[in-house]
């Protein structure tokens, strides 16, 4: 295994998201001592009802701001001495930066070059002893797949979405500055995640939503696009190990090796959801409806996690059917959660924790 690098204090970008909010709560136990501060800037994406168990510990602080914001990240990682960063924040549906991509340029591309230059900075500045730049990225940069093959870490950028560009844009800057000024970067991109605080506008938290609902189920197009899925806290964990233990400058892909045709998830989590609902078997089935296709819908997307294993021992705990279950039960069991993200109740929640916003 190599040398391990040891985080005494992490700044998380975009940790009210899904995956942030995962991360935290996944770090926060796994690092005790660890001071973990989340600069997140609450877009509709950001809840901080996600993070409820983790504000009164010690070592977790929360910011309100914006990535973009130079000043405000240039005094976060000198008041708090970060000496990691660990980048989630970002606009990240597809569908929405088909319908608006300005934002997604603005917050991918310009808010992760703040965000470096001012590690730059800061790191150039030799205040911590050892320093890691961790972008999060995405398998979705790659472009799409036909029937067979993989991506692996040397496939060549072709990102398809404005989405899936900005991101691209931003792991090149990443690049560039391993590159250019040999800061310590790193890069994971990663495949389709699910499990807990997933907002229900992506595909699976929308299935089990509207199945509960009994509203329809949009299916895109022919609904045979493949997705390959990884449980949200095996993704967690890979994002940690990269960060402990791979060798900055480089690219790791992560992922479940669990690739599904969209209509077959659908089908799996109606037939899930007659049983736990009590409704006859099929009954949920009918409620599925093609739409129309999104435009420039990827076909396939299959991730080649090999170089996780070998180099770093990493390998997913989640099974499918294991995780797809908890999940559901998961958002059984907090249909409140769902209601407050669907009807914006959440912020409320930000105001009696932190006052007006
Ligand atoms: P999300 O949309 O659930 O959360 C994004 C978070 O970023 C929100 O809390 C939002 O408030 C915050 N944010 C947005 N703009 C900001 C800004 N300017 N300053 C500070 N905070 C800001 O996203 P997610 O699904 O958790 O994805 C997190 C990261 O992981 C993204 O970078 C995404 O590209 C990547 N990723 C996601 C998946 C997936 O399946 N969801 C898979 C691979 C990679
Ligand atoms: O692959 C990683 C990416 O996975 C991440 O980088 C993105 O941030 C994340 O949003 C996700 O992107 P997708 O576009 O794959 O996820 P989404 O849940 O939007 O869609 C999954 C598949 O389901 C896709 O083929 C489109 C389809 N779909 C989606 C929705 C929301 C439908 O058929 N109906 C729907 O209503």
Redesign the pocket.
């Known amino acids: 295994m190599p040398e391990q690098f040891a985080p005494q204090s992490v700044l998380v970008?975009?940790?009210?998201?899904?995956?942030?909010s995962n991360f935290i709560h996944s770090f926060i136990s796994r690092n005790p001592g660890c001071r973990v501060v989340n600069?997140?800037?609450?877009?509709y994406?950001?809840n901080l009802e996600n993070l409820k168990g983790v504000e009164e510990n010690p070592d977790y602080r929360f910011v309100r701001?914006?990535?973009?914001d130079a000043g405000l990240v240039s005094r976060l990682l000198a008041e708090f001495r970060i000496d990691a960063v660990v980048h989630?924040?970002?606009?990240?549906?597809v569908d929405r930066s088909i319908t608006g991509p300005e934002i997604f340029v603005r917050?991918n591309v310009l808010?992760t070059q703040v965000l470096l230059e001012e590690s730059r900075r800061h790191w150039q500045a030799g205040v911590v002893p050892a320093f890691r730049f961790l972008q999060?990225?995405?398998?979705e940069v790659y472009g799409s797949l036909g029937d067979t093959g993989f991506f692996t870490e040397e496939t060549p950028l072709a990102a398809n979405s404005p989405y899936s560009a900005s991101?691209a844009g931003a792991d090149l800057l990443v690049r560039a500055y391993y590159e250019t000024f040999g800061m310590p970067t790193l890069n994971t991109r990663?495949?389709?995640?699910y499990g807990p605080y997933h907002?229900p506008e992506?595909l699976i938290p929308l299935m089990i939503s509207n199945i509960i609902g009994r509203r329809p189920l949009p299916v895109y197009g022919d609904g045979l696009n493949v997705r390959d899925w990884l449980h949200v806290k095996d993704h967690s964990i890979a994002i940690e190990t990269v960060l402990k233990g791979g060798k900055p400058g480089q690219v790791f892909n992560i992922g479940g090796n669990n690739e599904w045709k969209n209509i077959d998830i659908v089908n799996l989590v109606c037939d899930l959801l007659d049983g736990k609902l009590g409704r006859q078997p099929g009954e949920n089935r009918k409620l599925i409806t093609f739409v129309k296709d999104r435009p420039g819908h990827d076909r396939r997307y299959a991730i080649d996690a090999s170089k996780m294993r070998r180099e770093l021992g990493w390998e997913p705990s989640y099974t499918f059917e294991k995780g797809i279950a908890e999940t559901i039960d998961w958002y059984l069991a907090n249909q409140e959660w769902v209601e407050h993200v669907t009807s914006g109740g959440y912020r409320e929640y930000y105001e009696k924790q932190y006052g007006e916003r």
């Open positions: 970008t975009g940790g009210a998201g899904f995956i942030g600069l997140d800037i609450l877009t994406a950001g701001g914006d990535i973009g989630f924040a970002a606009e990240s549906h917050t808010g999060v990225s995405t398998d991101k990663c495949s389709n995640n907002f992506k």
